[in-house]
């Protein structure tokens, strides 16, 4: 450059000349031939160029050759038209440094004159710091956007890393979250470059995670220069010299840093603190999303097990219906086993009995695809009380046994095997128990996993109670219509047998007249005592649990008679509850005798081990088998029990027990009337209504011979 052609600066004061050369910013000067003619010392700063070096030269030397190419256009427009095409202030344009590297620049022009000549000066300031974060912010952004199609924490950790790769190129960066199963932090994510300094699994820290735990627990982040000075970093096993460790709120810590001290400024701390902010506020929002789909599943679960439900209700409405109908057992059981393989997505229904020996279970009913299961199970062994299967564990037991995945957790049993095989994916066993008696097991198999949820095992539970119950009350009813019996005596020796403890204490003799079952379910008791007072009687049943409301209804040759509540959960009720009927029941001071009838065919053993096993002293002493002398009779008091109605029944049996239909009369209509808590004119009424069918039978029968 020729120093002694050069043009002179435009004239100025010392004081502005001062502030141009103190300034940070460049400033330039230019004439209107585009020559600088003026720069202030920071020019060198941001160009590379030093005021000599620049002043006298094009001002196209701190410019890339199509940006001259347009600013020499652009000034002789203006010059000519006056017109800007752009604005002067803060003009974003990229500027030439003397190594020929571009720099970002703002600019903002003036234009003044001097001496008739024209001048425009441009105010320089670096922006590559400002661009540097613009784009950081930018790339935040768009991460933030991206943030919201993520459905997993894995995801978001993920992209995050993605991000922290491009914002902070010169750090390594992994993010930790919370694992609540290891009460640790564990590393889920990290940037491509972390394996290189660390181990494959983007670990920055080794076995002590000291620091990032302080920072996770205390929720403060922490931005470390140097680790080997810093006294809350230098024991940490780490191969990182400058750390920054921000915390994701409750789910964890983000940490990057770099294997030289000093490695980062404040702007990356403020990058990193906003991706970490990004990062929580996107697990919250999945961790919401996750819980809106929990529920969303839950509640569609719960809907599918409604309408089920539903179905298995209109299936117990329908079986209540065949249960009361049903006249025999085996009517019943099948009943259940069809009505329940109609409701999706049961597939097979079973109920089965346990053996009188060995305690295998018998099918006695089935439904549905069955395919030679039972054999397969039967052969296997597996459904005896002492079976692995739930059917035999739930007799053993006399509990529920639900199994909602058969095909988790091999290998499988052999019950699991075969029934995996026929379609069979989740299973429960009901047993079938009324008061302590095993009628046997349901078994209800489903075509798919986790079918029996609470509220559905609620319902088969209620619905084996039901079926229990109604087996017993068809045992009760062969029992008493049948014409062939089997009769057993017992000699009991247990002293706490009600009966035998007042013949006991009182040095008396009872003897059981006869039970009536009323419609709310209690049962009466007629029996007569001889050697007892009626007062003795009374105090006795005044401490009794087992028998209330003594009522003394007359005194005969024989003894004292008396009427009496006896409790459900009794002797003779249990004797009832297993098809037992009481034909004679005697004490005296010594012991107690009894006699029942149970319906000839039926399974006796559950009877001799309840005896055997809930008393004391008991002896079997004889069984024989008795046939009813005349079929005719049974069945005509069978037909005469149908046309009575159960409050007629009830009438007839208290009036007859009661001596009412005897000569002279032991009990009035009135005292009857007492016995029952009803009027007399409703005794009457049932008892002439009683009458009048039992002669219709009479006198029809006589008329069709």
Avoid at 126 to 150: C, K, N, P
Avoid at 326 to 332: G, K, M, P
Avoid at 594 to 623: I, Y
Avoid at 676 to 687: A, E, F, G, W, Y
Wanted: proline residues 5%; charged residues 25%; negative net charge.
């Amino acid at each position: 450059m020729d120093r002694t052609t050069r043009s002179p600066a435009p004239p100025a004061t010392a004081q502005l000349r001062a502030l141009a050369n103190a300034t940070s910013d460049g400033i330039l000067t230019i004439d209107a031939a585009s020559t600088v003619r003026f720069a202030n010392p920071a020019v060198e700063r941001i160009l590379g160029y030093s005021p000599d070096e620049l002043e006298g030269e094009p001002l196209s030397t701190v410019m890339s050759p199509g940006l001259a190419d347009r600013h020499r256009d652009g000034l002789a427009d203006y010059l000519e038209t006056g017109e800007r095409n752009l604005d002067w202030t803060d003009v974003r344009l990229p500027g030439k440094r003397k190594d020929g590297s571009e720099v970002p620049l703002s600019i903002s022009f003036t234009e003044f004159t001097a001496d008739g000549e024209r001048f425009f000066t441009g105010i320089l300031r670096d922006v590559s710091d400002r661009e540097r974060q613009e784009r950081r912010l930018s790339e935040l952004h768009r991460f933030a956007q991206s943030l919201t199609a993520v459905e997993t924490a894995d995801g978001v950790c993920h992209l995050a890393m993605a991000t922290a790769n491009n914002v902070l190129p010169n750090l390594h960066t992994t993010a930790y979250l919370y694992d609540a199963d290891a009460g640790r932090l564990s590393p889920v994510s990290h940037t491509p470059d972390v394996p290189q300094i660390a181990s494959d699994t983007g670990a920055l820290f080794g076995g002590d995670q000291s620091v990032l735990w302080d920072v996770y627990q205390s929720q403060e982040r922490l931005a470390c220069a140097d680790t080997r000075t810093d006294e809350a970093v230098a024991d940490a096993e780490t191969p990182l010299r400058s750390l920054i460790a921000v915390p994701i709120g409750p789910y964890g810590v983000v940490a990057s840093g770099a294997t030289t001290p000093d490695a980062f400024d404040r702007d990356d701390v403020r990058v990193l603190s906003l991706l970490a902010a990004d990062v929580e506020t996107a697990l919250d929002r999945v961790e919401r999303e996750a819980d809106l789909r929990d529920r969303a599943a839950e509640l569609e679960d719960h809907v599918a097990t409604l309408e089920r439900l539903n179905r298995v209700n209109d299936v117990i409405r329908d079986l209540t219906t065949a249960l009361v109908r049903a006249e025999s057992r085996e009517e019943l059981e099948q009943a259940v086993c069809t009505e329940l393989v109609n409701v999706d997505p049961y597939r097979f229904a079973w109920i089965g009995t346990p053996a009188a020996t060995g305690g295998e279970l018998r099918p006695r009913a089935s439904a549905g695809v069955e395919r030679g299961y039972l054999d397969a199970v039967a052969t296997a062994g597996a459904d005896g009380p002492a079976g692995s299967g739930p059917p035999g564990r739930a007799a053993a037991t006399r509990e529920l046994q639900v199994h909602n995945d058969l095909a988790t957790n091999p290998p499988f049993e052999p019950w699991r095997k075969e029934a995996l095989q026929r379609g069979y994916r989740a299973c429960i066993s009901v047993p079938l128990v009324y008061r302590d008696l095993l009628y046997g097991v349901l078994t209800l198999y489903a075509g798919e996993a986790n079918a029996f949820d609470d509220l559905e095992v609620d319902v088969l539970d209620e619905l084996g109670q039901m079926v229990a119950y109604a087996t017993n009350a068809v045992e009760r009813s062969a029992a008493l219509a049948s014409d062939s019996t089997v009769e057993l005596r017992f000699e009991i020796a247990d002293p706490d047998l009600v009966v035998a403890e007042f013949a006991r204490e009182t040095e008396s003799s009872v003897r059981l007249e006869s039970l009536v079952e009323r419609d709310d379910g209690s049962l009466r008791a007629f029996f007569v005592v001889d050697g007892a007072s009626v007062s003795e009687v009374a105090e006795f049943a005044a401490r009794s649990a087992a028998v209330s409301d003594p009522t003394h209804v007359s005194e005969t040759d024989e003894g004292h008679l008396f009427e009496a509540t006896v409790g459900t959960e009794t002797f003779l009720a249990r004797l009832l509850d297993y098809g037992a009927y009481p034909t004679e029941l005697t004490a005296t001071p010594t012991g107690a005798s009894l006699t029942v009838e149970l319906p000839q065919g039926g399974d006796t053993q559950p009877f001799l081990r309840m005896m055997l096993d809930t008393h004391d002293g008991v002896e079997l002493v004889a069984r024989r088998e008795l046939d009813r002398p005349i079929q005719s009779d049974a069945e005509f008091r069978a037909h005469y029990a149908d046309r009575l109605t159960d409050r007629e029944e009830e009438v007839l049996r208290t009036a007859f027990y009661a001596g009412f239909f005897e000569s002279p009369r032991r009990s009035s209509g009135s005292e009857v009337a007492e016995l029952l808590d009803v009027s007399q004119p409703t005794v009457n009424r049932h008892l002439r209504s009683g009458e009048r069918k039992l002669l219709e039978m009479v006198f029809e029968n006589r008329d069709g011979e």
